[in-house]
T-cell receptor, first 117, second 113 residues
């Protein structure tokens, strides 16, 4: 079974440029997450989707970040314009179902390493 | 805010046993995860604890004490391939943060031959 797929793996851009990341979750996984991981830190949740609905986006910097999950499968995360502090690894994860009684195991993709010059 | 604390680095030798501790202070609790992350790769699931006690899975075991806000990951018979970062993450159970995972900084384990 294919895992979570992300592209590109690496991206180098100049500040003020736009950038987009793409994620394809594991087939059948309803819940999709975008995380940001700074060097030497743990992942930090940016947004969580249940199917096509963003149910937890309180940590997404909405002035420059946007995300969408059309048709409840693939998702894109966009930054416009990028700033130097956005340099990080952007991880996508998915889980089979999000239950209120037991959080489900999240499967992570390899991430996109963004460098903003 | 949420606080999850774990040591930054640890070293051990091949064949040894190492214990990685994690303490947490969070507004709610709905389970604790341990993930392994090799450099440049995705985090992979190791264990999940929601009840007090020890969960054993092969060479890896995880312990939880909810009253103390404490967990540890125990790795036995260390192998070189165990060199990685180990992430402790707490799932919350309240309001808008229900189910959100908060990660610690990760503990970078280096296994020497």
């Amino acid at each position: 079974e294919a895992g979570v797929v992300q592209s590109p793996r690496y991206k180098i851009i100049e500040k003020k440029q736009p950038v987009a990341f793409w994620c394809n979750p594991i087939s059948g996984h309803n819940t999709l997450y975008w995380y940001r991981q700074n060097l030497g830190q743990g992942p930090e949740l940016l947004i969580r989707y249940e199917n096509e609905e963003a149910v937890d986006d309180s940590q997404l910097p909405k002035d420059r970040f946007s995300a969408e999950r059309l048709k409840g499968v693939d998702s894109t995360l966009k930054i416009q314009p990028a700033e130097l502090g956005d340099s990080a690894v952007y991880l996508c994860a998915s889980s089979l179902d999000w239950g209120t009684r037991r959080p489900n195991e999240q499967f992570f993709g390899p991430g996109t390493r963004l460098t903003v010059l | 805010g949420q606080n999850i604390d774990q040591p930054t680095e640890m070293t051990a030798t091949e064949g040894a046993i190492v214990q990685i501790n994690c303490t947490y202070q969070t507004s709610g609790f709905n389970g604790l995860f341990w993930y392994q992350q090799h450099a440049g790769e995705a985090p992979t699931f190791l264990s999940y604890n929601v009840l007090d006690g020890l969960e054993e899975k092969g060479r890896f075991s995880s312990f939880l004490s909810r009253s103390k806000g404490y967990s540890y990951l125990l790795l036995k018979e260390l192998q070189m391939k165990d060199s990685a970062s180990y992430l402790c993450a707490v799932s919350l159970d309240r309001g808008s943060t229900l189910g959100r995972l908060y990660f610690g900084r990760g503990t970078q384990l280096t296994v020497w031959p």
